[in-house]
């Protein structure tokens, strides 16, 4: 199955000049949902990890079902206030503007071994900001998967000197 041929692509969104790849055309399609999960948790079979780590929101979409495949936890980093307990924060820059996203003090404990995972790696800036938060709480990264990378805007320099598993790839625009 191709899966690349499963997402829509939307111009202008959600400013002008941003091509936003859509997801949920390939996750409304149970098969290919389906496919996607099975072949990450194939690609990441001899990752180690406790829990995975997923900002909110896409990246719920991906990790929790992820990290139900692979038999870890799974954190969700949200956006600043929906989390109910004492929280980190982190503020990091868009390829469109500014976002602050927060993690349970009490989610990581150190030495724990986290996968980061989101649904397309971009500039970075959104995992790498999650990454610093698990950090912060002692925990160890232990790599970095999403389900699209825009190789193109080069997000995986960000992430230098961590594993980083992609299963669809876009090279250019």
């Known amino acids: 199955m191709n899966l690349k041929e499963k997402l829509r692509v939307i111009p202008d969104f959600p400013k002008p000049g941003i091509n936003f790849i859509d997801i949920t055309t390939l996750l409304k399609d ?7 999960l099975d072949q990450m948790a194939e690609m990441l079979s001899g990752v180690e990890a406790d829990v995975l780590v997923g900002p909110e929101a896409r990246g719920f979409l991906v990790g929790a079902p992820l990290a139900y495949k692979l038999g870890a ?10 989390l109910p307990g004492a929280v980190l924060q982190a503020t990091y820059e868009l ?6 996203l927060e993690i349970h003090k009490d989610a990581i404990t150190p030495g724990t071994r986290v996968l980061v995972v989101d649904d397309l790696l971009a500039t970075g800036g959104t995992v790498w900001s999650s990454a610093d938060l698990v950090r912060q709480l002692g925990g160890d990264i232990v790599g970095f998967a999403f389900l699209i990378e825009l190789e193109f805007l080069r997000g995986r320099e960000k992430l230098a ?13």
């Open 30 to 36: 149970g098969a290919a949902m389906k496919a996607a």
């Open 73 to 82: 936890g799974f954190v969700p980093v949200r956006k600043a206030g929906k």
């Open 95 to 100: 390829e469109y503007g500014q976002d602050t």
């Open 161 to 173: 000197g961590y594993p980083v598993y992609s299963l669809i790839r876009y090279q250019s625009e």
